[in-house]
């Protein structure tokens, strides 16, 4: 079986030790893995994140004080779409491939160049891949 090549999105968070804080500062790094199946995929993109936060957790301060980064979990796995003649996830990544995108929407023209030109703006995130759980409705009982 060959493997298939994914965009794992990390999610890691930083916080204040011993600090309860409302406003959580997040990253979503995004890792090109691969694996025979998602499930391989997911185990090392979660390990990445696990080794990263631990890492990352060694002198971080956040204001002034002690700080630690935690492994929130795998956003999303996209399969990776290599463009064509190539196979479109079984062969290595190369130039012009597809590992991820991202759903936005932004108020208006203005605030369009702001995001473009890499200045803060406010923006809708629409994430049209769900986790499986999220997908599942629940029948109500009648």
């Not at 600090?19 to 185990?43: C, D, F, H, M």
Request: hydrophobic share 35%; aromatic share 8%; proline share 4%.
């Amino acid at each position: 079986m060959a493997v298939t090549w994914y965009a794992a999105h990390v999610i890691t968070s930083f916080r204040q030790k011993n600090t309860k804080r409302k406003w959580i500062n997040l990253w979503e790094t995004i890792y090109l893995v691969n694996g025979k199946t998602p499930s391989q995929a997911r185990k090392k993109a979660e390990k990445i994140g696990k080794d990263e936060a631990k890492a990352g957790s060694a002198h971080l301060t956040i204001d002034g004080k002690p700080g630690k980064m935690v492994f929130e979990g795998i956003r999303k796995l996209m399969e990776v779409m290599n463009s064509y003649p190539m196979e479109m996830s079984e062969e290595r990544p190369n130039d012009g491939t597809d590992l991820t995108h991202l759903e936005l929407g932004v108020r208006d023209e203005k605030e369009l160049k702001k995001l473009v030109s890499g200045k803060q703006v406010s923006v809708e995130y629409y994430d049209a891949v769900r986790p499986a759980a999220a997908k599942k409705k629940r029948k109500k009982k009648t």
